[in-house]
């Protein structure tokens, strides 16, 4: 919470600047809003920028992710400034600054145990398998980092992890996975079947 506060502070015309340009290109709502699992898998509502349109096919269901991410969208997430109201979710202390990545609540019981460790901590805005891949990982190695953070915690790996992040969005690297606009759906590990 030290650091969102002063974090929220500075970013705030950065703040105003995108919420308008998200409102003159697509309208309301500014913010995506979902619910997300946190500390011990305790629901919360997560707060980004909204990246996509609401497009459906003929069918009434949601267009793939991308072909509903708009152009400044990509641009929001290969700066990661999507992610910046989440410093309100760290003010309300559903998340840290440094931990697994939120992900989404119907895959809680898709874990093994193993996976479900993640969950030991709050999640964060950036994290180990975030500085080691982000999007362009697998699954199984996602996971594999997230239990290894929660396993090896310290103030030092979370100052690393927030200088490797800096540097890895300057890179702008691995926002995507291959063929997909963000991930693959993670559909479970064989062990958890």
């Excluded at 398998?129 to 290894?148: I, T, Y």
Aim: proline letters at 6%.
């Amino acid at each position: 919470m030290a650091i969102a506060v002063p974090a929220l502070l500075v970013a705030s015309p950065l703040f105003c600047m995108i919420a308008l340009a998200i409102r003159l290109i697509m309208g309301k709502p500014v913010l995506f809003k979902q619910v997300r699992p946190g500390k011990d898998g305790k629901p919360f509502v997560i707060y980004k920028f909204r990246t996509m349109t609401d497009a459906k096919g003929p069918d009434g269901r949601l267009l793939p992710d991308e072909k509903r991410l708009t152009r400044i969208g990509k641009l929001l997430r290969a700066t990661s400034l999507d992610e910046l109201p989440e410093l309100f979710n760290v003010l309300k202390e559903d998340m840290s600054i440094v931990g697994p990545r939120p992900l989404l609540m119907r895959y809680m019981d898709r874990y093994t145990p193993e996976q479900a460790k993640r969950h030991g901590v709050k999640p964060g805005l950036t994290g180990w398998a975030q500085v080691n891949g982000r999007n362009a990982l697998s699954w199984e190695d996602k996971f594999r980092l997230d239990v290894w953070y929660v396993d090896n915690w310290s103030l030092r790996l979370d100052l690393k992890i927030i200088g490797l992040t800096v540097w890895k969005v300057l890179k702008g690297e691995g926002i995507s996975q291959l063929g997909h606009a963000t991930m693959e759906e993670f559909t479970g590990t064989k062990e958890a079947r």
